[in-house]
């Protein structure tokens, strides 16, 4: 099974993203701090992550460049999960190792979709 990692401090986002990742058969862990995400990363090493950019005290991005700077977790895909959807803020994002840009709202189902590529075995 394989397992995803949410962190995201809008309740209504984890709940969605967790129900339909459950339903299609994914092991969820969800995270509203960030600032705690690191040390449980390392502790469940999720095949992927989907990381919310704006989050109280350690940004999305501040995140994403510690994970891609741990040489354990730099190979885990990050999907950015964000409402700053302005052109230069997808090219940060790419910039530091986003695997997908996805800008809220988004389509849980396309969301789904993207998942399952970037896992599939």
Do not use: C, H, N
């Amino acid at each position: 099974m394989k397992k995803v990692m949410v962190i995201d401090d809008e309740p209504f986002i984890l709940m969605m993203v967790e129900d339909k990742l459950k339903r299609a058969g994914f092991k969820v862990i969800t995270l509203r701090e960030s600032v705690k995400a690191m040390e449980l990363i390392r502790k469940e090493m999720p095949d992927l992550i989907l990381l919310d950019w704006m989050m109280p005290e350690l940004s999305g991005i501040e995140l994403l460049k510690l994970i891609k700077a741990d040489p354990a977790l730099s190979p885990i895909p990050v999907f950015m999960l964000t409402a700053k959807g302005q052109e230069e803020d997808e090219k940060a994002g790419l910039k530091y190792g986003v695997q997908r840009y996805i800008i809220k709202p988004f389509s849980p189902k396309a969301l789904l979709e993207e998942i399952q590529a970037v896992l599939k075995d």
